[in-house]
């Protein structure tokens, strides 16, 4: 089945006035119908800026350098304000973190889900309003019918949280960016919104990019993984390789860092370092000044993807012509 998203060697640069800051460097994923990507890593990795590039909604001066981003095969990365517009919404639906910076509190929000409806699929009134009670039903909202006519200030955050959600799904689109879509939400409101999204994602075929720091929403929602580190992908693969024998150095860190429910531990690992500034970028390898695995090579040149059993990883461990190679254990988890 063909991909909905395709992100090819995707690369955005903010120029400034000491030089080219390069905030994503050499992207590339797809993600099929109805599958939902996760992508991870610690903050200023490039998560959030990915998905920015993909909805056409980058800070200026960020701007695409190279590379290219195709919908359903056609490629969006090249076109100007307007043209995007009409796409989000229709094709691709948002879904960020805070509730309030997507609903207007002036509208109800029946208005504004009736409004979005009508925008994109040209319904009359009625219809509008009928499909907009029937999204806010899905969604879990209690009592859709009285309120459909509610303002946002007159819902919780949870309830705020799934009438966004309800906003981004009722055009239809073939794909949603979610960046930090449960973030702001208690643990049980949470699992509700992580059923919905990847029920929604399973019965309509649409592809779902899922951006979090939170492993556990990563493990019970998404198919695939991608593990980001200072604007690259670090490790690729099935959610559950990549969650139990992470591959990448960085990975290995990132899952051993997660408390396990079926013991006391004293401690948790950690990686010692921090991620670098865009600024201080090291040669070679990114992660190399915080790599326990770190060597000669790593320091020079730089890896891509390369295979890792049933992952890919950016690491120079699994180059069959290393010096060093990934140990047993490593390589297969």
């Given amino acids: 089945m063909a991909p ?5 060697n995707l690369r955005v640069e903010f120029p400034t006035r000491r030089g080219t800051l390069v905030a994503l460097d050499d992207v590339s994923f797809d993600i099929a119908p109805g599958e939902v990507l996760g992508v991870v890593g610690e903050s200023g990795a490039g998560k959030s800026m990915t998905g920015a590039a993909i909805i056409g909604l980058l800070e200026p001066p960020g701007r695409i350098a190279s590379g290219q981003v195709l919908l ?3 490629r969006i990365d090249n076109l100007g304000y307007e043209q995007m517009r009409r796409i989000r919404g229709r ?7 805070d509730p309030l910076t997507t609903l207007n509190p002036l509208y109800t929000v029946g208005r504004q889900l009736v409004e979005t409806i009508q925008t994109h699929l040209g319904l009359n009134d009625a219809e509008a309003r009928r499909r907009a009670i029937g999204w806010l039903e899905m969604v879990g909202i209690p009592a859709a019918s009285q309120r459909v006519d509610s303002y946002p200030h007159e819902f919780s955050g949870g309830m ?9 799904l009722c055009a239809e689109p073939k794909l949603i960016v979610a960046d930090e879509p449960t973030t702001a939400l208690d643990v049980s ?4 919104v992580i059923a919905l999204l990847k029920g929604l994602a399973r019965d309509k075929g649409t592809a779902m990019m899922l951006v979090t720091h939170d492993m556990g929403v990563i493990a019970e929602t998404a198919d695939r993984v991608a593990v980001m580190y200072a604007g690259r992908i670090a490790e ?5 390789e990549v969650v139990k024998h992470p591959k990448h150095p960085y990975s290995v860190g990132l899952m051993a860092s997660i408390p ?8 948790l690992a950690q990686i010692d370092g921090a991620m670098p500034r865009l600024s201080a970028i090291p040669p070679g390898c990114a992660f190399n000044p915080r790599c326990p695995e770190v060597f000669g090579r790593c320091r020079v040149e730089r890896p891509d993807l390369l295979d890792a059993g049933a992952t890919r990883a950016a690491c120079w461990l699994y180059d069959p012509a290393s010096e060093k190679r990934a140990p047993e254990a490593m ?3």
Avoid at 4 to 8: F, G, Y
Avoid at 91 to 97: H, K, L, R, S, V
Avoid at 260 to 267: A, S, T
């Fill in 4 to 8: 909905i998203l395709e992100v090819r």
């Fill in 72 to 74: 359903a095969g056609k």
């Fill in 91 to 97: 094709e691709i639906g948002a879904i960020f973190q």
């Fill in 160 to 168: 705020r949280q799934r009438v966004v959600i309800a906003l981004a």
């Fill in 189 to 192: 409101i949470q699992a509700q």
């Fill in 236 to 240: 690729i693969g099935p959610v559950r």
């Fill in 260 to 267: 396990p429910l079926d013991r006391r531990v004293e401690h």
């Fill in 331 to 333: 390589r297969h988890g």
